[in-house]
């Protein structure tokens, strides 16, 4: 079982949207009916993931491995770690609640689910790869999908947001993929295996090594997103439907991050050492800049939008630390931020789907009328926001703790980014659930019991780590701990 | 070899030429026109069978009729691919009703003419040969470019492509003559021999290649000598534009590599890696710029293959064990997504009589598996994975960073970049933009095979691509390299 584990939630959502595919298309229950169980029968493997993973050995579990094209040495290699689990099973928790709140889809039911699951399909498989051609396969294969779930689902400016998502992305995987190919010729023998590249990293000479970190960081950057490379990320998370929403914040963003910690970090630690001044600097930048531009904002979804940019600084911030605690807490950030900005937006959504709007200063008073909705959007908004007790807290402490030996500056600045992201949740939360009523939403009716269940799972989740941050640091740190060591970072 | 012991080599060809003679005697006293189709295809069948079983049984090494021809599995790997690009595009034709009429067994035989030619030109290694086969294919092309003699699109088509093509052939046997005039023989391998012992002036060598890449240029559609492609792709019958994009052109690169390599490998390299680089890197450029401006889907395609010979001939220009690997396999996947892009232009335009991207509007609701289909087809031109198209350039820019071009690579990167937003603008049109008419779309058998066999590869590969990786690099062993 342990073997075929990854292969199975990576293909069980293709075989589901083959099957889908095959189905008239006005049996538009059924399908929706079909892509949830599918979700759901991939958040139970998921789970049976988390359950039979072992923290304490640092090394890759669940192993498969099959030849593929072997003129080339490339393998068909899946297996997990404490980098990956957990991300593994962010994806399929919310790929199955994002499923669910695509209820309300009734524009081209077949498509949207069979492009839904193939979406879930290259998303587990992109971090259940350790071979970095089906890494890279597995990559792009998640931007079709995507083209199409925002150009077709999406908003008013859907077209221009999706082509822009599109392009931006395919922009950053080209050269991925081009420092992809720069390691395995390289190497020797050559190779795609990215735990050999990482055995073999302190072969590569330093200019090599700096040429492929910056290939490849423009590919993750512009994934995480990095300032200056995040202005597709404001257009397509605003256009997107709620649930495409809800995985591009919780999982899509994530990738950039994770291959760092997966693919640049370990196999190029030279060149990481050296691009730290950078690399703090733009975690800094967007820290502060996100933060500012989420104030600024009257659309709710741009709001949370910008609020991504500036969450996913503090992972940047931890990653270029360079210190055991840095890595955790900018780890412990993306899972956290996967859980709360899912919900933020899933939040949005319900909202919208009400009002038929997203400007901030139409609401208001709507805490007396939605008083269950009102109690949600304010944990998860506090827990956004750093309250400690919840997730984001937890995260950005150590983020601040890991980083204040090495970049005191930086850290400074980027506490300043946690006053401002107080200040626009909370403003949010004013402005929408306080204050006197507006007479048009009296009649705005309560959460419904679908929506409570896709959101009650991320609280619970935010609430667990955010007082009890072990049940998810048990999990990561003897792989970061491995990590820190190979890197040569500072074990504290 | 000699001319007797070398015949039972050109079986396939002897094949198809005693079908396409016959075929030529019966038509005009036969109604059943389309027949005559059916049984050019089985005949490529048969042909096909006989080639790979020839080649299994060893029959790989030497050459025929005094070194006229060259049998070695580069040669057998293009013949393949020439009977295969024939074979579809007929499944294509059969269909395509424009064609229908009084002369369409001629077409038929006509196309078993030029795949003959297109297999003589594969494997020829001598000049005089390759001259020959390349008019023999490029005139069979001109008649078939104005096939369609009372649409006044077509016959432009087919005179443009005469005057500019006869042109061009005439500046390539000017270069050949340079070629034999100083080095006396028309075989390419005693031509390497005479350039490599140094005796020959640079200038001359330089300027009878420059000559040679000319000629090259315009049967490849290589930036400066595309001109024809778009206004012959746009006027000529579908089927035969799809043929064109493909078939010559892999046979054109054939024969550029073994005359290259061959004839002027080794030391010569240093005189045309820089010119061929230069040509490469113009072609990927001014063709996919150009393609996004355009509104025709054929006239999309046709940029988008002059775009194509760019990326291909970067594996040239790179020429070691990957690049040479790189050619081959990207020429063969080229050959179905090409195709199968075609395919579906034809099936709508059978059905809608219009070749615009704008009324390709909503096809994804008007016909679902045909827009699927081309939304795959172009993915993978596009070269995204897991199809097969990215296979192809994934070896091309593996290639150069092999060979430490890595600014190549990034060239080509940000061309293919460029080039995925054109393909895109039909996929927006099929799926994201709602049909102005409604309407089931349908195709006929022929077409829906040759779209269901080429889709099929274009999967196949992608996702498994070990046995065809195999083929192509048993398939890079060129005689006299």
Known sequence: MNQYILTLITFIPLAGALVILFMPKEKVVLIKVLGVITTFICLVLGTVLLINFNPNNPAMQFEQRLQWIPQLNIYYYMGADGISVPMIFLTVLIS????????????????????????????????????????????????????????????????????????????????????????????????????????????????????????????????????????????????????????????????????????????????????????????????????????????????????????????????????????????????????????????????????????????????????????????????????????????????????????????????????????????????????????????????????????????????????????????????????????????? | MNMTSSLIYILPEIIILTFALLAIIVEPFTKLKRLIGVLSLLVLTLALIVLVLSACRGAIGGSLFYGMLTLDPFSIFFRIISIITSGVVILLSIGYTPLHGDSEGEYYSILLFITIGMMLLVSSSNLLMIFLAIEYVSIASYILAGFMKKDPKSSEAALKYFLLGGLSSGVMLYGMSLLYGWTRSLDISEIYMALDSGSIPIPVIIISIAFLLAGFGFKLALVPFHMWTPDVYEGAPTPVAAFLSVGPKAAGFAVLVRVLLVGMGGDMQSHWVPILAGLSILTMIVGNIVAIAQQNIKRLIAYSSIAHSGYILLGLVISNRMGLEAILLYLLIYLFMNLGAFGVVIIVSNSIRSDEIKDYAG??????????????????????????????????????????????????????????????????????????????????????????????LTIIIGIFPGPFVSLVERSIHILGM
């Not at chain 1, 931007?143 to 992305?169: D, N, Q, S």
């Not at chain 1, 919780?250 to 690399?279: E, N, T």
């Not at chain 2, 080039?419 to 349908?442: C, D, Q, S, T, W």
């Open chain 1, 96 to 492: 199955f609640l994002a499923c669910l709140a695509s209820w309300g889809i009734d524009l081209r039911v077949k498509e949207y689910f069979v492009l839904y699951l193939l979406l879930e399909t290259g998303m587990v498989g992109a971090f259940s790869a350790l071979d970095l051609f089906l890494f890279y396969v597995f990559w792009e294969l998640m931007l079709v999908p995507m083209y199409f779930l925002i150009g077709i689902w999406g908003g008013p400016r859907k077209e221009y947001a999706a082509i822009k998502f599109f392009l931006y992305t395919l922009t950053g995987s080209v050269f991925i993929l081009l420092g992809i190919l720069a390691l395995y010729f390289k190497s020797e023998p050559h190779t795609f295996n990215m735990l050999e590249l990482v055995s073999q990293g302190n072969l590569f000479g330093a200019r090599f090594q700096w040429l492929v970190f910056l290939a490849l960081f423009l590919g993750f950057a512009i994934k995480v997103p990095v300032f200056p490379f995040h202005t597709w990320l404001p257009d397509a998370h605003v256009e997107a439907p709620t649930p495409i929403s809800v995985i591009l914040a919780a999982v899509l963003l994530k990738f950039g991050a994770y291959g760092f910690y997966r693919i640049s970090y370990p196999i190029l630690p030279d060149a990481a050492h050296r691009f730290v001044p950078w690399m703090a600097l733009l975690a800094v930048i967007g820290i502060i800049y996100g933060a500012f531009v989420a104030m600024a904002q009257k659309d709710i979804k741009k709001m949370v939008a910008y609020s991504s940019v500036s969450h996913m600084g503090f992972v940047l911030l931890g990653l270029a630390a360079f210190t055991l605690t840095g890595f955790n807490g900018g780890y412990f950030q993306m899972f956290s931020h996967g859980i709360l900005t899912g919900g933020l937006f899933l939040l949005v959504g319900v909202l919208y789907d009400r009002t038929h709007t997203r400007d901030l200063d139409s609401f208001g008073g709507l805490s007396s009328k939605v008083p269950r909705y009102a109690f949600v959007l304010t944990i998860i908004s506090l827990g956004s926001l750093g309250l400690p007790g919840l997730s984001g807290f937890v995260s950005e402490f150590m983020v601040f703790f890991g980083a204040w030996t090495v970049l005191k500056a930086h850290t400074i600045i980027s506490v300043m980014g946690i006053v401002i992201t107080a200040g626009y949740m909370l403003y949010m939360l004013q402005r929408v659930l306080l204050g006197p009523l507006n007479e048009k939403w009296k009649d705005i009716p309560e959460m419904n019991a679908r929506e409570l269940i896709t959101l009650i799972p991320l609280v619970i989740i935010t609430i667990v780590i955010g007082v009890y941050p072990s049940v998810l640091l048990r999990l990561i740190n003897p792989t970061m701990t491995d990590l820190i060591v190979k890197v040569g970072g500072i074990m504290r």
């Open chain 2, 363 to 456: 096809l994804s609701q008007r016909s679902p598996l045909l827009a699927l289909s081309l939304a795959i087809f172009l993915v993978s031109l596009a070269g995204i994975p897991p199809t097969a198209g990215f296979l192809g350039k994934f070896y091309i820019f593996a290639a150069c960073i092999e060979a430490g071009y890595a600014w190549l690579a990034v060239i080509a990167i940000i061309n293919s970049i460029v080039a995925a937003y054109y393909y895109f603008k039909v996929v927006r049109m099929m799926y994201l933009v709602e049909p102005e008419e409604i309407g089931v779309i349908r195709g006929d058998v022929g077409s829906c095979m040759a779209l269901f066999f080429t889709l099929a």
